[in-house]
Every structure is written in C-alpha cells, then in structure tokens.
C-alpha cells in the first residue's frame, strides 16, 4: 500500500489536522515521535512573535492502539494556539456581530497574495494567505514523523544543517555526519560551522533592524539507504526527480540540488564522476559523494544528499511597492506578522520532505501490510545483495 497523507488546515484557524494512508500495522509509535521535530521546526534565530504563542504537538485520534499502528488511516491534529485570537476573524460560520474584520488587499510581492487572490476569486487576500502561510509545514513535519520511525527500523536516518543564511557561507566541512548533525542540533542557526555561524546571527540582526528579511541554503542527508530506491525505467519514477520536487513543494524553495549539484556543471567528468572500488568487507563503494547518492534516479548505497535555496520570507517590515487590489492604488505591501530568517527552521521541513519522499520508495521496492511483512522483504533483498 502506498504511503500517502493531505493535509488541511489555516494559519489562524482552529487546527491542522493530517490524514495518513498507508502506514503499515506494527509500528510502535506515540506522539512525543513526531513532538520533538515540531518542537525542532519551531525554534532558530530569526523567528518571529507566532513561535512564543504556538508550542506544536500532534495528536493522534486514529490509526494506532496502544502505542502501536494498525494498519488503518492515521489522523493527526495540531490546535493552533493563536486560534484564540482569530476566532472571530476566522469563524467557520456567520460573520461575527459588529464590524467584520477589515479586508487585506495590498499583495505582498513574492507571496501568494495577488495570484492567489486572481485565481480564486477572493478580494480579501486573507482568504489566500491563511492557506498560503508556511504554517502549514507543522503538519508536514508531524506526518513525516511517523514515515521517520517507519524508516529508522530498517536503520534509515535524516540530519540536516544550514549552509549559507543572506550570503553567510559555510567553510568545508571534514567531519562525520553525526559530528555535522550534533553541532547543527546545538547551533541556533542550525550551522555546523561556529565562525559562520556568528556571522549569520549577524546578518540576521542586521537584517531585523533595517526590517529586511534573509533566505539562505540548507542541506539534508540521509544515511543508510540501500542502493535500489527509485528506479530509471520512468521519469516519474526517478528519485531525484521525486525528491526535487519534493524540497520545491516546501514554502519560499526555488530551487534544489542533488550531491554537488550546479558545481558538476562547471567541472568536467573526470573530476564529477564517483570511481568504483570493491573489497569483501566492504562490497562496491566510492571513493566520493559527488551524485549524492544517486545515479540514473536509483539510490547507490552512498549517502542521499539534497540542498535546498530558500527565497528570503516576502513579508517586509519595510514593505516593497504594490498595488491596493480595490482602488489600483500605489501602495505598500501589506505588513503581516512573520519571521526575519525561517532557513533553520526550513532545514527541519526539508528532512520532512526527504523522509516523505524515500518512505514512498522504500514501501514501493519492500511493500507489505505489516512492519513484519516488510522485514522479511527487506532481509530477502540484503541477503541477496550479498551475492554481489
Ligand atoms: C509560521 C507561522 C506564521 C508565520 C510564518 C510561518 O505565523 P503568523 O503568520 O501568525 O506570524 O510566522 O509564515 C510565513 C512566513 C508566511 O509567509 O506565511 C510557522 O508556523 O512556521
């Protein structure tokens, strides 16, 4: 059975809820799995006020049994603390009694506003941002919870780290993955690196006093993943592919890398392509990374390694130009309020979207209605890769 979930659910309304088919029966799982990622989604410097209202936890109301899935649809709900404050802004039914709340007509450039507002006939743009907000990724994350546990009982794990926040980059690297995901766990920027990780406090501060905001690049891994996920014989089941779009679903992503990615444009093929080696302790390996871990949309056995660039949040404290939708008007954007930097935070739905994303392929190549069921596949298969 396929691993699938919608969700649904406003930025100021009462609740996001998910609906997950798909998950197999036998899976231990309670809801401080998928608190802790939420609570890690919430935090990083450069969040704005929403983060000191809200304290996300999921509730699950269907699907599991004392501590254990069964097989049915999963049902998540995450109440939005500042419902409280919206109640009437937002109310399902009547208008409330007295003024109704002023209509938002002054689009914000870069955001879903004016688009939106076209395409669905809405003159109050609160009708699009409600449902445009990052918001929405708290649900994405709790769902990916549930496709992380799945994925840790056959040794699958995600880290991810940030890599440049408003041109502040990184310097190499050259320690263990484990060693990148606990400094990036302790980092408020999520960044591995200590020097470049003042310098994005920085940069962000900067930023927040000239009411500006900042985008910035995050990468996320995933390590043991064993060759074979995804597959070359169709585009649609490519998991590159899969993956891109995957990371350009997630709010203010324009664009997304795989292993060294745009740099493999400029370098010719003897210094891109990962050389084969053998031994029987170790079976085929590389001797780098550079395909991140696929090649011909098929996991390879290295580790799976995708960037993502995230736009800087296109709610201005000092507003761009725009149009008022009513009077066509000069005006400026409409100011809502929002976060000065969301890539750290970003970093975390972007491990969402990986788990999301192999959890998929992983059930398509070892599917089976129990975690039982797809132990005994998986094993089959490792057995079998032995002979290689
Ligand atoms: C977000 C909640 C939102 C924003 C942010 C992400 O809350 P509010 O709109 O109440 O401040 O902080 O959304 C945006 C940046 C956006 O453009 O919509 C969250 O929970 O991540």
Not at 22 to 37: I, R, S
Not at 78 to 95: H, L, R, S, Y
Not at 116 to 122: F, R, S, V
Request: glycine share 12%; net charge neutral.
């Amino acid at each position: 059975m396929a691993f699938h979930f919608l969700t649904a659910g406003e930025s100021h309304g009462e609740a996001l809820t998910a609906v997950i088919d798909g998950v197999p029966a036998g899976l231990g799982l309670t809801e401080e799995h998928l608190n802790e990622d939420l609570a890690r989604r919430q935090r990083g410097y450069g969040r704005g006020g929403r983060m000191k209202i809200e304290q996300d936890r999921a509730h699950i109301s269907s699907g599991v049994r004392w501590g254990v899935t069964l097989g049915s649809p999963i049902t998540l709900t995450i109440q939005n603390q500042d419902w409280e404050n919206w109640k009437q802004t937002m109310a399902v039914g009547e208008p409330p009694a007295g003024a109704p709340a002023k209509a938002v007509t002054r689009p914000r450039p870069g955001h879903a506003d004016l688009a939106g507002a076209m395409k669905y006939g809405h003159r109050d743009i609160r009708n699009v941002l409600e449902r445009s907000s990052a918001r929405e990724t708290t649900a994405r994350v709790a769902v990916a919870g549930v496709a992380k546990r799945l994925l840790g009982e056959f040794g699958i794990t995600i880290l991810s780290h940030v890599t440049e926040i408003g041109g502040v980059r990184i310097g190499p690297l050259e320690v263990p993955w484990d060693e990148v995901r606990s400094r990036a766990e302790a980092s408020e920027v999520r960044c591995a690196d200590t020097k470049a990780e003042r310098a994005m406090i920085e940069a962000i501060d900067r930023a927040k006093e000239a009411g500006d905001t900042l985008g910035g690049v995050f990468e996320v891994v995933a390590l043991g993943c064993p060759v074979g996920l995804g597959s070359y014989v169709q585009w649609d089941r490519k998991l590159d592919g899969r993956l891109a779009r995957a990371f350009c679903s997630i709010h203010a992503i324009k664009g997304a890398e795989i292993g060294m990615g745009f740099e493999a444009a400029r370098r010719p093929g003897s210094q891109v392509h990962d050389e084969i080696l053998f031994d029987s302790a170790s079976g085929f390996h590389r001797r780098s990374n550079s395909a991140g871990g696929l090649e011909g949309g098929v996991t390879n056995g290295q580790p799976v390694v995708v960037r993502a660039a995230m736009k800087p949040i296109s709610t201005l404290r000092k507003p761009l130009r725009s149009v008022d939708m009513e009077t066509k008007e000069t005006v400026e954007a409409v100011v809502e309020r929002s976060d000065v930097c969301a890539v750290p935070a970003a970093g975390v739905v972007g491990e969402a979207m990986m788990a999301l994303a192999l959890v998929e392929a992983f059930l398509e190549k070892f599917a089976g209605d129990s975690v039982d069921e797809i132990r005994r596949n998986y094993q089959g298969y490792l057995d079998y890769l032995k002979s290689w």
